[in-house]
């Protein structure tokens, strides 16, 4: 009851004027980047970060969480009409998505995963509404300690994240503690790594970061590629009756098994939506038609997908725990306004807490009610140049990266790390692990600090609590899932598209 | 790569050193620090970086650079860009914007220059509204004052 109240609560806060508008802005610019070939959810999160700013929290992170679901669902439309995923998750889409384009039922695959989306994303966030309490709750008794085995938890989410190759994910975490550690540090203020030069004594900032790593790197990755714009013109996205039936217990399991898997913080989209996928052709009938335009094809993906990224909000709220690179940034975000996900974030502030959790229900039926009849918008919108949008896209970067401080250094960081960001992605190298772990390093670093001092430096402190020892040993399980689930997506990725896996 | 964080890793481990020294004379008594994590961090990377060198090399990833036009514009378009960061101290947001986003439009786009500066003019413009008189975003003003 007391959940059902504060939802109510946050609904009304949701409902008002300014958020509506913000959850409506946020999926329509979300799919409006997400919809451009290429581009996933995570760069849309980072491109449209400087719109969100100069609000004050609430409204910024309803209209991200806004423009994360709308990025996804952009996604989709360019894997079903074009053939090309934004982001791993979205290849599944494309080998029964794209068939059915051929076959002129791109619109009724777009209706279907927009109704598979919305369906998984609903029941994701009902979840969400009383799971993370609980889970919240649960955390209140940790003390640093407990926090520090919650941050090597989280750490296992680096495996789901390296792009298929441990090394490399581990050598860029390391890469983005270090680059954490640029400041003043947390014990006697001291300066780190700042070579006496007084701009770094401030730490590099996060959104730059995240600005140049995601959004700058974007643009100069685009000049390099040919783009292409979608020429089909899509009459009904409405699915008949008899689609629906067909897709909606594809519709179920994927939603089913996106939500259970999510859950585990080393998790991401890009994992379950294979395995929703693989399932259904193993249960189906008649598997001979996957990959041949198969409506359960595009329903179990689409729907495990949403499914996944609504149940990563219970780890990321209730513990800041980030299971996926653009749940990353929006842990960025909401520590950009001073609020740190965890079990205090319901103690501390659950008007917020409950506000952006029911404006997630109105997001996904926002998605819903304006996508669908605004889809030949959408396609009309890949036909914009890429020598406008490239531009567009740096002048926005360089406002996201100045108005956090205020600051033309940070401006001269967010390059820099465009710079870097260009250079590692064309090589292959994960970005999104240095980037959780820049966001990490931190509270791993004081809650390392605050358990060592406690226990006169002896770190068998973490074995001797019990749900620290429960943390690691819960951590060395979940490293050793996600290394397996990644191997089995990283198999499944290649012999779909014979390249290499970038989750 | 790996050598880079190599680099980086005894740069942390140094870094480690002088605050622990620190530490040691400001604190008494305390067995952890400032310097504990940069320990932590530098072991790791000089480990990784190692183990890519000469241990565990990652597969080799090929990559073809840019040629041509793209080639042209990536560089043209970063170079507009460093001159953005030089410029807006002195010019100001809105009269640095204008002249970069008519270069970048020119750069990346290869648009002829009346369209390069329609599209500059557009794009400053709306830029100014959105972000200065509806959001009121603190943006640098320049020795102009604009």
């Known amino acids: ?14 409902l008002s004027p300014t958020n509506l508008m913000m959850a409506a802005l946020g999926s329509l610019l979300g799919t409006l980047v997400g919809v451009l070939p290429g581009l996933g959810p995570t760069a849309a999160i980072a491109i449209l970060f400087p719109l969100t700013t100069v609000l004050p929290p609430a409204p910024a992170i309803i209209m991200l969480a806004g423009i994360y679901y709308g990025a996804m669902y952009g996604g ?29 039922r791109g619109g009724v695959a777009l209706g279907i995963s927009a109704i598979g989306s919305f369906f998984a994303g609903t029941m994701g966030v009902v979840a969400l509404t009383f799971f993370a309490p609980f889970l919240a709750d649960q955390a209140l008794r940790f003390g640093p300690p407990e926090y520090f085995g919650l941050m090597v938890l989280a750490f296992t989410v680096i495996a789901s994240l390296s792009g298929g190759s441990l090394v490399r994910g581990f050598a860029m975490a390391f890469l983005g503690y270090f680059i954490s550690l640029i400041g003043l540090g947390p014990s006697t203020a001291e300066p780190r790594f700042t070579f006496n030069w007084g701009p770094l004594m401030g730490g590099v900032d996060l959104i730059a970061l995240i600005v140049g790593l995601y959004a700058i790197s974007e643009v100069f990755i685009g000049l390099e590629e040919a783009r292409v714009a979608i020429t089909q013109k899509i009459r009904n996205v409405f699915p008949r009756l008899a689609d629906l039936r067909e897709a909606f217990p594809a519709i179920l ?10 859950l585990l913080p080393g998790c991401a989209p890009g994992v379950t939506v294979f395995m929703a996928y693989d399932v259904e052709k193993k249960l189906s009938k008649h598997p001979e038609r996957f990959g041949k335009g198969a409506i359960e ?10 499914a996944t990224s609504s149940a990563g909000f219970i780890p990321l709220l209730a513990l800041g725990i980030p299971a996926s690179a653009p749940l990353a940034v929006l842990l960025g975000g909401l520590l950009v306004y001073g609020l ?10 659950p008007e917020f807490v409950w506000t952006v959790i029911a404006s997630l229900y109105v997001g996904n039926v926002i998605l819903l009610i304006l996508n669908l009849p605004l889809i030949g918008m959408w396609v009309w919108l890949t036909r914009i140049p890429y020598g406008i949008l490239g531009p567009v896209i740096l002048l926005l970067a360089f406002i996201g990266a100045y108005s956090v401080r205020n600051s033309m250094f940070d401006v001269g960081v967010s390059f820099v790390c ?3 960001g260009f250079f590692l992605r064309r090589h292959k190298w994960p970005l999104a692990p240095l980037l959780l772990a820049f966001i990490l390093g931190p509270l791993l670093e004081k ?4 358990s060592l001092s406690m226990s006169g430096g002896s770190p068998l402190i973490f074995l001797q609590r019990g749900i620290s020892l429960a943390l690691i040993v819960g951590a060395a399980l979940l490293l050793l899932t996600s290394l397996a689930l990644v191997r089995y997506t990283s198999r499944r990725v290649k012999e779909e598209t014979a390249e290499e896996l970038e989750l | 790569m790996g050598g880079m964080l190599v680099l980086l890793g005894i740069l942390s481990l140094w870094e480690g050193w002088r605050l622990h020294a620190l530490r040691t004379q400001m604190v008494a008594g305390a067995v ?10 530098g072991a790791a990377l000089l480990l990784l970086g190692a183990s890519i060198l000469f241990v565990a090399k990652p597969p080799q990833v090929k990559v073809a650079r840019p040629s041509g036009e793209p080639r042209m514009r990536m560089i043209l378009g970063a170079g507009v860009l460093a001159a953005y960061w030089v410029i807006v101290p002195y010019l100001g947001y809105t009269g640095s914007t204008a002249l970069v986003s008519t270069g970048l439009f020119r750069a990346m786009g290869g648009y002829r220059w009346p369209l390069a500066l329609l599209l500059g003019g557009a794009t400053t413009g709306l830029l100014y509204l959105l972000f200065r008189v509806w959001l009121l975003q603190p943006l640098p003003t320049g020795l102009l004052g604009l």
């Open chain 1, 297 to 306: 094809g595009v329903a179990a993906p689409e729907s495990a997908n949403n």
């Open chain 1, 1 to 14: 009851m007391d959940v059902l109240s504060h939802l109510a609560t946050g609904f009304g806060a949701a």
């Open chain 2, 32 to 41: 952890v620090g400032d310097d504990t994590f940069p320990f932590i961090v």
């Open chain 1, 253 to 262: 399991r994927g939603t089913g098994i996106g939500f259970l898997l999510g």
């Open chain 1, 76 to 104: 989709s439309t360019t894997a079903i009409l074009l053939n090309i995923p934004g982001e791993v998750a979205s290849v599944p889409t494309c080998l029964d998505g794209y068939p059915m384009a051929q076959q002129g």
């Open chain 1, 340 to 349: 740190q996900p965890g079990p205090l974030l319901f103690q501390k502030n």
């Open chain 1, 418 to 420: 465009g710079a870097i």
């Open chain 1, 447 to 450: 809650y390392l600090i605050q």
